[in-house]
Each structure stands twice: as structure tokens, then as C-alpha cells.
């Protein structure tokens, strides 16, 4: 079975402050994990995502997040954190043909 | 803007009336996804196609619940007798051979 458990629903950090949101997944299959952006009332968008090539991915505006089989994490990070990165992120795996979402974490940025 | 587009945006209607969304993807997306998203949780799969062949589809979607993609081009998704459990969010999103999925801003229905 594939699942994905994002640790934490809040995240609150203050401009110019690291972020860090995390991600665990389950999966029978060595995954393809992606993390997606929602800002109000906008569609999904595509940050990054790992497909079993580097385990440490870039993506866009500045965020990152690194893949560690071990631990079954893919968790975001991103060393300051702007205004504008105020949003919902979704973590997601993807095993064959279907993409299974996690619950969420919405990151207010203060400032 | 050659991204994914869905229509209405927003659609208020009254229970047990149907509803039609309609969901046209990037052209040369050969796959398209349907997900339903209610507040404070992640989207949740409900269907998808490849070209015009509905691949699979979620216990979510109940026999009210009907998705067609004629022609492998844009797609439509049917609520018939809508109950207040349906008002959600209902997003579309298609890909390439199962790629990165590339979504539309979504269909909001309310159903009073």
C-alpha cells in the first residue's frame, strides 16, 4: 500500500528563517515523490520532484528537499523563508499510473 | 495560456440537481486526472484516463459519479442527484505518460 504522512498541519516561521516540511511515505515500490504548492484560491503547482536519479532535488524558488530511503523521508526545506512562500504544500507519491496526496501543511510566514 | 483549464469555476445548485464540469488539459497530455479536495484535506483520487480509456477509478466515485473523455481531448465529469456531501473542490489535472501532474484551478461546487 501507498500513503503519505505530512508530520505537521501548521507551520509557522519567520521571514528570513529556515523552513523544514516534513514527509513520510509508504510505498512497495521504489517511489517517485514530488512536492506541490497551493496558494489561495490558485491551482497546484509542481515545486520538485525525485525520481531515483540525485537524492537531493532542487526545485523552484529556492526550495529543496532530499530523498533518504533509510527513513522513508522526502522532506522540504528552504534556508529563507520569504512572504510569498505563505501556501499549503502537499506531499505526494506516485506509484505506477496514480498519485496519492498528503493531508497538507499550511506554512504561514511572519514578519 | 496553453495550461490546464476547467470550467465553471464555481458552481452553486441545490440538492438532488446535476452538475457538469468540464476540464480541457494540455494538448499533448495523453493522460487526465480527476481529484476531489474538501477543506483541510489533501486531494483524493477519484478517476483517470489515458487518451479516451477511464483506467481506473476510486470507491470514492459512487454510481452519481460519471467521468467521460471523448476522443482522448477534454473531459467532463457528472454529478447526478448532488447531496451537500459533494460540495468540494473538484480538480483536474493531466500529465504525459504519467509524468508530473499539471493542474487546473479547480471547480468548486456547493450544494445547499
Known amino acids: 500500500a501507498q500513503s503519505v504522512t505530512q508530520l505537521d498541519s501548521h507551520v509557522s516561521v519567520s521571514e528570513g528563517t529556515p523552513v523544514l516540511l516534513r514527509c513520510n511515505y509508504s510505498?512497495?515500490?521504489?517511489?517517485?515523490l514530488f512536492w506541490y504548492v497551493q496558494h489561495p484560491n490558485k491551482g497546484l503547482q509542481l515545486l520538485l520532484k525525485y525520481t531515483s536519479a540525485a537524492t537531493l532535488v532542487k526545485g523552484i524558488n529556492g526550495f529543496e528537499a532530499e530523498f533518504k530511503k533509510s527513513e522513508t523521508s522526502f522532506h522540504l526545506t528552504k534556508p529563507s523563508a520569504h512572504m510569498s512562500d505563505a501556501a499549503e504544500y502537499f506531499c505526494?507519491?506516485?506509484?505506477?499510473?496514480?498519485?496519492?496526496f498528503g493531508s497538507g501543511t499550511k506554512l504561514n510566514v511572519k514578519p | 495560456d496553453t495550461g490546464v483549464s476547467q470550467n465553471p469555476r464555481h458552481k452553486i445548485t441545490k440538492r438532488g440537481q446535476n452538475v457538469t464540469f468540464r476540464c480541457d488539459p494540455i494538448?499533448?497530455?495523453?493522460?487526465l486526472y480527476w481529484y476531489r479536495q474538501t477543506l483541510g484535506q489533501g486531494p483524493e483520487f477519484l478517476t483517470y484516463?489515458?487518451?479516451?480509456?477511464?483506467?481506473?477509478k476510486s470507491r470514492l466515485l459512487s454510481d452519481r459519479f460519471s467521468a467521460e473523455r471523448p476522443k482522448g481531448s477534454f473531459s467532463t465529469l457528472e454529478i447526478q442527484r448532488t447531496e451537500q456531501g459533494d460540495s468540494a473542490m473538484y480538480l483536474c489535472?493531466?500529465?504525459?505518460?504519467?509524468?508530473?501532474?499539471?493542474f487546473g484551478e479547480g471547480s468548486r461546487l456547493t450544494v445547499l
Open positions: 510505498s512497495s515500490y521504489s517511489p517517485s
Open positions: 484516463f489515458q487518451n479516451e480509456a477511464q483506467l481506473e
Open positions: 494538448s499533448e497530455h495523453n493522460r
Open positions: 505526494v507519491v506516485r506509484n505506477f499510473n496514480k498519485f496519492y
Open positions: 489535472a493531466s500529465s504525459l505518460d504519467g509524468q508530473e501532474l499539471f
